[in-house]
């Protein structure tokens, strides 16, 4: 059974920073690209950046210059570091990933979310 568990939200005051991070775990035969999405009160889930399992990035408009994603292949893990981060940055941060297991069969997995508030 495949699993992504996101740590690292919490409050900030504006200007601060957070690094989030998502491990996935089971059996995973390969993860192709992964993303951060957030959520805020009453707003549709937000697609905040992307990467491929080769290490292209992409990034929303509002979040470019101030958050960068990486991803560590080896250990199935996502990041998120968020810099420079600003109160309409408060949000449910969700990491998804498309992957396969063994056999072939692919999915696309979300993780339970995490929970960023950057205060005034």
């Known amino acids: 059974q495949v699993q992504l568990v996101e740590s690292g939200g919490g409050l900030v005051q504006a200007g601060g920073s957070l690094r989030l991070s998502c491990a996935a775990s089971g059996i995973i035969f390969r993860i192709y690209t992964m993303k951060w999405y957030r959520q805020a009160p009453g707003k549709q889930r937000e697609l905040v950046a992307t990467?491929?399992?080769?290490?292209?990035?992409t990034y929303t408009d509002s979040v470019k210059g101030r958050f960068t994603i990486s991803r560590d292949n080896a250990k199935n893990t996502v990041s998120l570091q968020m810099n420079s981060l600003k109160p309409e940055d408060t949000a449910v941060y969700y990491c998804?990933?498309?992957?396969?297991?063994?056999?072939?069969?692919?999915?696309?997995?979300w993780g339970q979310g995490t929970q960023v508030t950057v205060s005034v």
């Open positions: 998804n990933a498309a992957l396969a297991i063994p056999g072939g069969v692919r999915g696309d997995y």
């Open positions: 990467i491929a399992s080769g290490g292209y990035t």
